[in-house]
C-alpha cells in the first residue's frame, strides 16, 4: 500500500522522536546515577531532560502511530495528546529558565548561591514549577482550549477561537520569546563575569591551569549560543513561517519537524 504524504511526514518524525526518547532518557538515567551530579545543577539538569524525554516520547508512541496508521480511535483522542506535549515544552522551557538563573547566582553571587539553591531548595523549585507549569497546562489548554490534530492537514491545531488564538499568540509565542530573551541576557551575564573573575585569576595560577579554564569557558559559550539558537529559531518557524508557506512539506518541516526536532537537539 502506498503511503500518502501526511502518512509519509510520521516516518520522518519517527527516528527524530526516537532520538530524542533515547538521549533525554539518557540523560535522565545517567544523572541520577553519578554522585557527582547530586547538587542543583545536575537535578535541574534532570528535570529538563525528563520534560524533553517525555515530549520526545509521546511524539514517537502516540503521534507518529496516529499520523502512518490514520487511526481514527488516536486522533479521537488526540487533544489528550496535545496537552501532554503542550505541558513537557511549558515545563521544559520553564526549567531552561531555572537553569540560566542557576549559573547566573553561581557566578554573581556565590555567597548566596549555596543558600538559594541547596539541594532542599533546588527541589522545592523543581516541585513548585512542575505544580505551576501543571495547573497553567490544564487551565489553558484543557478547560479553555485544547491542541487537537487534523487528518486533514497532518498538523496540531488549538481550536478556532478568538480566546484560544490570544492563547496561542500570548500565552505561547510571545510568552516563550520573552523567556528565551531572559535566558540569553542571563547566561551572556554570567559568561562575562567568569571571564572577568578569571582574568583576576590568571596571575596565580599556571598556564595550562589557564588554558583549561579558556576551554571550559568556550565550551560554556558554546552551549549558551547553542541552546538559545535552537529555542528561538523554533518559536518563529512554528509560529510565523506556515502563515507564509503554501507548501506542505515547507509547514511541516518548520511546525511538527521543528517542535520535535528542539527537544531532541536539547537532549
Not at 503511503?3 to 538521549?23: K, M, R, W
Not at 495547573?135 to 487528518?151: A, R
Not at 518541516?253 to 517542535?259: L, Q
Amino acid at each position: 500500500m502506498l503511503l500518502n504524504d501526511i502518512q509519509l511526514t510520521g516516518l520522518v518524525l519517527f527516528p527524530v522522536a526516537f532520538l530524542g526518547t533515547f538521549f533525554n532518557w539518557t540523560a535522565v538515567f545517567v544523572i541520577y546515577k553519578l554522585p557527582s551530579f547530586r547538587h542543583a545543577f545536575g537535578y535541574l539538569s534532570s528535570s529538563q531532560a525528563f520534560a524533553d524525554a517525555i515530549h520526545s516520547t509521546v511524539f514517537m508512541l502516540y503521534f507518529c502511530p496516529m499520523v502512518i496508521t490514520g487511526s481514527e480511535f488516536l486522533t479521537e483522542y488526540s487533544e489528550h495528546c496535545g496537552f501532554i506535549l503542550l505541558f513537557s515544552y511549558e515545563l521544559s522551557v520553564q526549567t531552561h529558565l531555572i537553569i540560566s538563573m542557576n549559573r547566573f547566582f553561581a557566578a554573581w553571587a556565590p555567597y548566596k548561591y549555596k543558600i538559594m539553591f541547596s539541594d532542599r531548595n533546588t527541589k522545592i523549585i523543581i516541585f513548585l514549577i512542575f505544580i505551576l507549569t501543571l495547573g497553567f497546562s490544564l487551565t489553558f489548554y484543557e478547560v479553555f482550549c485544547s491542541l487537537e490534530y487534523s487528518q486533514k492537514t497532518g498538523f496540531f491545531f488549538f481550536t478556532d477561537t478568538p480566546l484560544c488564538n490570544a492563547i496561542g499568540w500570548y500565552a505561547d509565542f510571545c510568552k516563550y520569546l520573552t523567556i528565551i530573551i531572559i535566558i540569553v541576557i542571563l547566561d551572556i551575564s554570567t559568561i562575562w563575569k567568569v571571564r572577568s573573575i578569571n582574568k583576576k585569576v590568571r596571575t596565580s595560577v599556571d598556564l595550562q591551569t589557564t588554558h583549561r579554564m579558556s576551554a571550559k569557558e568556550i565550551n560554556f559559550l558554546k552551549q549558551t549560543i547553542f541552546q538559545g539558537f535552537i529555542f528561538a529559531p523554533e518559536l518563529v518557524s512554528y509560529f510565523i513561517l506556515p502563515a507564509h508557506l503554501s507548501n506542505k512539506w515547507a509547514i511541516f518541516f518548520s511546525t511538527s519537524f521543528a517542535w520535535v526536532t528542539v527537544h531532541a537537539l536539547d537532549g
